[in-house]
């Protein structure tokens, strides 16, 4: 871990950074090219809620509106950058430099421009003074970096952002820190360390897709809820719980609205008859109420949307089915001279798109709502050594170990190892079988493995531990992951033996 210095200097000379070389195009021009017109764009467009929340916090509390602070930028200079204030005057002599939730030091609006993140607005302008990026490794007080690290010399080779990777995956740092009997101690020694890694993770990988995919999980994460908050909210008098039936109720309708509006249009593309306009404002309104009231009746709403799955997706779709049946039903069995009948007789295209629309609306919406669950849910503080895994079995359990692996920044799966030949070079989660498991020693060797997973269900601690005596030579765990059919197949679990069973390799 990098020492922690308190003296600083204005700049160090550029031939002491010894970051990456950055060759590629959108690294030497086209990234600040994206960052002038995007941050001119963004300060055009809001430009009203700038002047909105400078208004707050002229008239809520006392000091200046903006707030000023030294941070350590491009190539090692130092620059101010600019925030809304959120604190009162005077607050460093109030506490540390680390704020926590429900700091006393926040002023009233603080905390919700802070949550918000409606405080780093103003850095725009230092966007487009070049002092900084939209996105990158996130700036420091001079106090918390080291100069004399390469590490740190290596983040200074890109300009720092407004948000970077290091940001996003610790947007909770502040309630972590809370819950440690010394916030300031763990921010130092557990938090700032993974940040600095992850911040340079980024440098390596500069990419105009990158910089795009962090921009949309930022806005993903400051303007939709991904935690359930700890207690209900009170709308007009009543308690509301926005992952409640009542809510998941309310946002079908919404979508199944849109969606039969969407079908109509696009049906009825060329120009659509004032008889199926009016057919329209019907099916609007009363095709989303019914499918509401099926989906109660089938216990749609009893699912959990945080972990939507495939079969969750299936029954959602049979869900969908009887209300497109009957309007099938209806549009071939109606008679044609009841004027009566002849409003509820929607052609057989619209009822199709309809239901397309409606189940990929709903489908979407809970996706996303996974999504944003599994990003509110990063564990931290991770450990700072970097793992290279290899897993041990190209099935279902290897397949599911891979894909939570993801949410993991300091793991690296380098592939998998599998004993059927049919499997030899095939790609699965996007990693290649790499070889059987008489070609472990030498992956290990060449891919510098520190850790392999065993998802084989045929596999027991012998073989495993026959396997790690092959690679003892190396400095490799060997993780084992126990499967459900030995679970079912054994008698039970020495109760003075550990629960989960892991042969260490090396010191």
């Given amino acids: 871990m990098a020492t922690l210095t308190t003296g600083l200097r204005e700049s160090l000379a550029p031939e002491t950074i010894r970051g990456l070389s950055q060759t590629s195009l959108y690294a030497r021009w086209g990234k600040r090219l994206f960052d002038i017109t995007a941050a001119a764009a963004g300060l055009m467009i809001l430009s009203p809620l700038l002047i909105l929340c400078s208004l707050v916090v002229w008239l809520t509390s006392e000091g200046p509106v ?44 603080g905390s919700f421009l802070r949550r918000a993140k409606l ?51 610790h947007h909770m740092e502040a309630d972590y820190c809370a819950g ?22 980024y440098v390596q990988n500069l990419t105009f897709l990158l910089d795009l995919k962090l921009l949309a999980l930022t806005f993903l994460l400051v303007f939709l809820p991904g935690r359930s908050p700890s ?11 926005p ?59 009893d699912m959990m949307w945080r972990y939507i799955n495939l079969e969750d997706g299936l029954l959602l779709a049979l869900a969908f089915a009887p209300v497109t049946v009957a309007l099938f039903a209806l549009r071939m069995c109606l008679p044609t001279s009841s004027r009566v009948a002849v409003a509820f007789l929607v052609p057989l295209g619209v009822i199709a798109l309809e239901y397309l629309c409606t189940l990929a609306g709903a489908l979407g919406l809970r996706c996303l709502r996974r999504l944003l669950y599994v990003l509110h849910h990063h564990c931290q503080p991770l450990p700072e050594a970097e793992h290279h895994v290899l897993i041990l079995g190209a099935g279902l359990m290897g397949l599911s170990t891979a894909m ?4 993991y920044p300091q793991m690296h799966l380098v592939g998998f190892v599998d004993d059927d030949p049919m499997k030899n070079r095939r790609l699965m989660a996007g990693y290649r ?14 891919h510098q493995i520190t850790d392999v997973i065993i998802c084989a269900k045929l596999l027991g601690p012998n073989e495993a531990e026959a396997l790690h005596r092959r690679c003892s030579w190396q400095d490799v765990r060997f993780h084992l992951l126990p499967s459900l059919d030995r679970v079912l197949h054994e008698e039970g679990l020495d109760p003075q033996a550990p629960l989960a069973i892991a042969v260490e390799g090396g010191a």
């Avoid at 491009?74 to 429900?102: D, S």
């Avoid at 120009?271 to 216990?299: C, I, N, S, T, W």
């Avoid at 939570?404 to 949410?407: A, L, V």
């Fill in 180 to 201: 440690q009997p010394d916030p300031q101690k763990a921010y130092r020694t557990k938090v700032l360390p993974q940040k600095r890694l992850l911040d340079g993770k």
């Fill in 243 to 301: 992952e409640g039936r009542v809510a998941q109720m309310g946002l079908d309708v919404f979508i199944s609205m849109a969606a039969a509006w969407l079908a109509y249009t696009l049906w009825f593309e060329a120009g659509m008859p004032e008889f199926y306009r009016r057919q329209m404002l019907l099916f609007v309104v009363v095709v989303p109420l019914v499918r509401v009231m099926v989906h109660r009746a089938l216990g749609v709403y």
């Fill in 119 to 169: 405080d780093e607005l103003p850095q725009l302008f230092n966007v487009l003074l070049g002092e900084m990026s939209l996105v990158g490794p996130r700036p420091r007080v001079p106090s918390e970096v080291n100069f004399d690290d390469p590490g740190e010399q290596v983040l200074w080779s890109a300009r720092p952002g407004v948000t970077s990777y290091a940001s996003i995956h």
């Fill in 66 to 109: 903006l707030f000023y602070q030294r941070r350590v930028g491009y190539r090692g200079r130092l620059f101010r950058i600019l925030k809304f204030r959120t604190m009162v005057q005077g607050a460093e002599a109030l506490g540390p430099t680390v704020v926590v939730a429900n700091d006393r030091r926040l002023t009233p609006v």
């Fill in 404 to 407: 939570d692996m993801r949410r």
């Fill in 433 to 446: 079988v790499l070889g059987n498991s008489a070609d472990l020693p030498s992956l290990c060797a060449r």
């Fill in 231 to 241: 207690r209900r909210q009170h709308v007009l008098g009543r308690e509301v719980w």
